[in-house]
Structure formats: C-alpha cells, structure tokens
C-alpha cells in the first residue's frame, strides 16, 4: 500500500508559477516511477508529467517547456513545478504511483495502481 498527499495548489493569474508536492509513504518498491495526471471539470482526466526512479522524465505536449518533475529521494516527495501558467491549466491535479511491471505505457493512468486526493489549481485570465 502506497499513500500518496499532494499539496500546493491554489488560485494564481496567468502567467504565474506554482509548485505542487506529492508526498509518498508506505510499500514503493511496489512502484517504478511517479506521476501527475489532471481533471478539469467536464474533461477525462489527462496525463501531465511523469518521472522513473531510475532515469526519464516524460511530460504531455501541453505542459513540455512550461512544467518540470522531479524528486527527492530522501523525502520521497515528488514536485511538480508549473511556470507560465494558463487559465487552460486549471484543473484538480492528482499524484500516481505507477505500479511496477505494468505493460500499460506511462502516460497511461491505468498503469497506475496508487492516486492521491487531488490538489485543486485554478489560473485566473
């Protein structure tokens, strides 16, 4: 089992940046890399980043150059950075584990086998 909390969201204007964090406890050998995928309202929830414990980043065509993963192994907190952002961006933001050996590809949320709660992000025009 694999908990997972995000944090960071908020309201924020065009342009802005923030930084939303995913905080992970519990069985992660269970697990070979992290995700965020994010749900707007009306809207299939979709991928937005991924990162592998070993090596590779991945990131949807939308977010690339504008958002960055990365991680802190000794915390074992994931960080999602968004700069630039725009009011397309606004969405609930959920955090994944994606559960190891699964065939589904990474961008793929049925590869993912642990989901946080959620964070809400909301970009003003």
């Known amino acids: 089992q694999v908990q997972l909390v995000e944090s960071g969201g908020g309201l924020v204007q065009a342009g802005d940046s923030l930084r939303l964090s995913c905080a992970a406890s519990?069985?992660?050998?269970?697990?070979?890399?992290m995700g965020w995928f994010r749900q707007a309202p009306g809207k299939e929830r979709e991928f937005v980043a991924a990162i592998r414990w070993g090596a590779g980043t991945y990131y949807a065509d939308s977010v690339k150059g504008r958002f960055t993963i990365a991680r802190n192994n000794a915390e074992n907190t994931v960080y999602l950075q968004m700069n630039s952002l725009k009011p397309e961006d606004t969405a609930v933001y959920y955090c994944?584990?994606?559960?190891?050996?699964?065939?589904?590809?990474?961008?793929?949320?049925?590869?993912?086998?642990?989901w946080g709660q959620g964070t809400q992000v909301t970009v003003s025009s």
């Open positions: 519990g069985r992660a050998f269970s697990t070979d890399a």
């Open positions: 994944a584990a994606h559960k190891l050996g699964t065939t589904y590809w990474i961008t793929l949320s049925s590869g993912y086998h642990y």
